[in-house]
């Protein structure tokens, strides 16, 4: 075996046995599928397997190959629309069999494959005559939480296409299963729009960026045109994209507030006549959007081309920071709550987040929001994510709602991750590798019956202070592969000083993945 005589898969697995035998895969191995619907997974198995190998390894429908690929008994999907993951491989000297009753659960397993062989596969192709050997061994291995996701705000800085293909690939490496893609902001709206095509146009486009810290004085700017966005083929591919890798995508169109850049493109959104253009520094906008059934109309139309984008379950409708001034100083809003019978700014919040709520399932859609929307009243079915803190969370499951648990103290990988003086300028707060280790989703207050409503948790990239994709990269790892064990590995098997042991063969696949992995 070259590099490796120890396994060190991440997450960790629920059981694993070996023995002293090797599987080889040569350049006569074959890969076999056990029905058509595996054949786009034994695709992305043998691309991963060839880059470092070079070896062909054909994809056939075959249940008795070299690797083979075998969905077995009955697909479930639950109320949200979580599958089973659970799966199994067992390697033989003469064969790997890896089984599961979903696709989601062979795409997982997939991922702890490559992490069985030895780590140069996952370089670019090996001159020298590796030895492509896997440890005979036993596994089987099951998720601990079904919601296991990273978030990644494309609106701060944009991302080209390309990077947010890298990110969905890394997250699927550590069988992460949820992506949410922050496309909307004050600073910036990244997706392409057609009814609304100014929304991308305008604004798409911010005059200048902030420099240095938002809480500096007096604020620089570089004065330079900062933008972008995806336009829907281009989101079609990146759906695609995560779908073979058995990732789903929440979108997310954050309202009523952190919508200065829609209204600069539409002012009609607005609630004064102010001309305003999309936000050049950070920090939350002062505008929001009116209360106007026109507006509301607006969003639903946005909405509806979104969910004709994303098939997933979960539309993201924000919620979050909705300042309420201008709500307070328009007549014409307080003449629309006595039409409303709506008594106070947070009452017309839930209101407004309600109309959009029930318009996404009206569609068989599902809503989630920030801990915000359960302020003036929880939408009916809307599933909470609790960033401020727990208690969020800990409201809205114990109004029998699903929550996913983002604390920003263990979550949001936009805090520092080490000693402020030494790391890059970051928005603050201090969130090292071990903190986010040792996260427990599952608040200690919440009341046993209750627990089946943490759906799960994910790693927050807000990118106000990440320029670009490789200081994303820099604030995503090792935080990731840690959070990758809080959602995925049972407790009992968590062990901080064994991952610590394992990153050391991880930090050499990232440097092969030319990840910019904080060193
Ligand atoms: C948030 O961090 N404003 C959700």
Redo the contacts with the bound molecule.
């Keep these: 075996m070259s590099s490796k005589d120890k396994i060190t898969i991440i997450p960790e697995v629920l059981r694993y046995t070996q023995n002293d035998s090797f599987f080889t895969l040569t350049e006569k191995s074959e890969i076999g599928v056990s029905s058509e619907a595996l054949i786009e997974k034994g695709n992305l198995f043998k691309g991963y397997l060839t880059t470092a190998t070079g070896f062909p390894l054909s994809v056939s429908v075959n249940s008795n190959r070299d690797i083979s690929l075998v969905l077995e008994g009955k697909e479930k999907t639950d109320h949200n629309g979580f599958v089973d993951e659970r799966y199994t491989i067992e390697v033989i000297e003469t064969q790997c069999i890896i089984k599961s009753a979903t696709v989601e659960g062979i795409a997982r397993a997939i991922q702890t494959f490559r992490q069985l062989l030895p780590v140069e596969i996952f370089s670019e192709k090996q001159e020298s005559a590796a030895k492509w050997t896997i440890p005979c061994c036993s596994i089987e291995d099951i998720p601990r939480f079904k919601w296991r996701g990273m978030h990644l705000d494309v609106c701060r800085h944009f991302m080209k296409k390309e990077d947010v293909l890298k990110f969905i690939d890394l997250i699927a490496l550590y069988k992460y299963n949820r992506f949410h893609f922050h496309l909307t902001e004050d600073q910036g709206w990244r997706i392409e729009i057609k009814k609304y095509p100014k929304l991308t146009e305008i604004g798409g486009y911010r005059d200048s960026t902030l420099i240095g810290h938002s809480n500096d004085q007096p604020k620089k700017y570089d004065d330079k045109e900062h933008g972008g966005f995806y336009t829907q083929e281009e989101i079609k591919e990146i759906v695609a994209f995560a779908a073979e890798r058995e990732i789903v995508i929440i979108p997310e169109i954050d309202m009523p507030g952190?919508m200065q850049a829609a209204i600069s493109a539409y002012p009609e959104l607005g609630c004064t006549n102010a001309s305003l253009k999309p936000l050049c520094h950070w920090g939350i906008s002062q505008h929001i959007l009116n209360v106007e059934d026109t507006t509301v109309s607006f969003m639903k139309d946005v909405l509806d081309e979104v969910m004709e984008l994303f098939p997933g379950q979960y539309i993201h409708i924000?919620g979050?920071?909705a300042p309420k001034y201008e709500w307070e100083e328009e007549k014409r809003i307080q003449d629309r709550m006595i039409e409303l019978s709506v008594n106070s700014y947070d009452e017309l919040q839930s209101w407004f987040i309600k109309q959009i709520a029930s318009h996404i399932q009206s569609k068989e859609r599902k809503v989630i929001g920030?801990d915000e929307i359960l302020e003036g009243g929880l939408a009916e079915g809307a599933a909470v994510?609790s960033?401020?803190g727990e208690e969020g969370g800990l409201k809205a499951a114990n109004l029998g709602h699903d929550v996913v648990m983002?604390p920003?103290l263990y979550v949001?990988f936009d805090n520092y991750q080490g000693d402020k003086e030494s790391e890059p300028l970051a928005i603050g707060g201090f969130t090292p590798l071990e903190k986010v280790y040792e996260y427990e989703p599952v608040p200690k207050e919440m009341p046993e019956d209750q627990h089946r409503l943490v759906m799960g948790s994910q790693g927050?990239l807000?990118t106000e202070y990440m320029p670009d994709f490789n200081h994303v990269e820099y604030m995503m790892f090792p935080r990731t592969c840690a959070l990758s064990e809080v959602l995925w590995t049972e407790k009992f098997k968590k062990n901080y000083s064994n991952f610590l042991e394992k990153m050391e063969n991880h930090n050499r696949i990232l440097d092969f993945l030319k990840v910019n992995r904080r060193k």
């Design positions: 952190h924000g979050d920071e920030w994510m960033w401020q983002t920003r949001y927050q807000w």
